[in-house]
Nanobody
């Protein structure tokens, strides 16, 4: 069974950091571009970041640029989202998604959300 599982969410104070992980089971991620999305209560899902299968291309939403960093370790079949300087408006459920389309992140950036596989999400709450 092909699965993506996110972890690393939690409650953090404003200005704090969290690192989310996205681990694949049943398939290897090295041929997949990965997107990170989030959805806050009452809001539409939005793209946060993406990374190409090689890690050579990345994109970030303007709202997180300079604070979030996406990376991957294909040997561990894992993609990470390092989130620093967190703000209350970053509170949301965060999802990772995988797609085998070549150069998806490079050419479509965050404008594509038809990924093949999705995780179940991890809650991030930023509050004092």
């Amino acid at each position: 069974q092909l699965q993506l599982v996110e972890s690393g969410g939690g409650l953090v104070q404003p200005g704090g950091s969290l690192r989310l992980s996205c681990v694949a089971s049943g398939f290897t991620l090295d041929h997949f571009d990965i997107g990170w999305f989030r959805q806050a209560p009452g809001k539409e899902r939005e793209g946060v970041s993406c990374i190409s299968n090689s890690g050579g291309s990345t994109n970030y939403a303007d709202s997180v640029k300079g604070r979030f960093t996406v990376s991957r370790d294909n040997a561990k079949n894992t993609v990470y989202l390092q989130m620093d300087s967190l703000k209350p408006e970053d509170t949301a459920v965060y999802y990772c998604a995988a797609d085998a389309t070549s150069d998806l992140c490079k050419y479509y950036g965050l404008g594509y959300n038809g990924y093949d596989y999705w995780g179940q999400g991890t809650q991030v709450t930023v509050s004092s």
